[in-house]
């Protein structure tokens, strides 16, 4: 059974200082691994998607790592903001291009204090 | 802009009752999912379209369906709600092997 598990679930951290989240998985075959931010009460949106062959790809403040190995991801956020507060989501896909199933982790619930 | 919206974003109903979540994306999208969101679980896919016409069951399919008459709407129909169907869900849609954009949400509670 394809599974994504994230750690920690719930962080809080101090503005400006930064931080790491950790995704696993066990997923076949793989296709390709997502972040995605999700506000309260909101939608999620994605900030990353790594295929195979990258291992780090960044967007602004986020960095993401992939280490298909492992099979393990991390999002590292840096000089956090209070708009970081969010629910961050790892998303795995699996199977063929056209026909690709997503499993969702259950999120790290990120809070930011002033 | 296009977008993908959802409505209503708020609804309280009874055991028993049938509800039409609606779904409407501007994209020209050929794929649209519905999830549910709840606490303790990762997004689970209820039903998914690849096109006009199209449906497919996900992993929590049982007491909803879909159907697809045009490119823009999936509505999702709860056939008789149950307390166990409380829940948020999220509409979303993609191009085929793209990412997937979601809706608001709908946060349904049945009583």
């Known amino acids: 059974k394809n599974q994504v598990e994230q750690s920690p679930q719930s962080l809080i951290i101090l503005e400006g200082k930064n931080c790491t989240l950790q995704?696993?998985?066990?997923?076949?075959?793989?296709?390709?691994l997502r972040w995605y931010k999700q506000d309260t009460g909101r939608g999620p949106v994605s900030l990353t998607i790594?295929?195979?062959?990258?291992n780090t790809k960044s967007n602004g403040r986020y960095t993401a790592t992939l280490d298909a190995d492992t099979k393990q991801s991390s999002l590292h956020i840096t000089a956090s903001q209070l708009s970081d507060s969010a629910s961050y989501i790892c998303?795995?896909?699996?199977?063929?291009?056209?026909?690709?199933?997503?499993?969702f982790g259950t999120g790290t619930r990120l809070t930011i204090i002033p | 802009d296009a977008e993908i919206t959802q409505s209503p974003r708020h609804k309280i109903t009874e055991t028993g009752r049938q509800v039409t979540l609606a779904c409407h994306q501007t994209?020209?999208?050929?794929?649209m999912f519905w999830y549910r969101q709840d606490l303790g679980h990762g997004l689970r896919l209820i039903h998914y379209s690849y096109g006009v016409h199209d449906t497919n069951k996900g992993e929590v399919s049982d007491g909803y369906s879909v159907s697809r008459s045009n490119t823009e709407d999936l509505p999702l129909t709860l056939e008789s709600a149950a307390s166990s169907q409380t829940s948020v869900y999220f509409c979303?849609?993609?191009?085929?092997?793209?990412?997937?954009?979601f809706g608001p949400g709908t946060r349904l509670t049945v009583l």
């Open positions: 998303v795995v896909s699996a199977g063929d291009f056209g026909n690709e199933k997503l499993t």
């Open positions: 790594m295929t195979f062959s990258e």
């Open positions: 995704c696993n998985y066990t997923v076949s075959p793989f296709s390709n």
């Open positions: 994209w020209n999208h050929n794929n």
């Open positions: 979303a849609s993609s191009r085929t092997g793209n990412e997937q954009f």
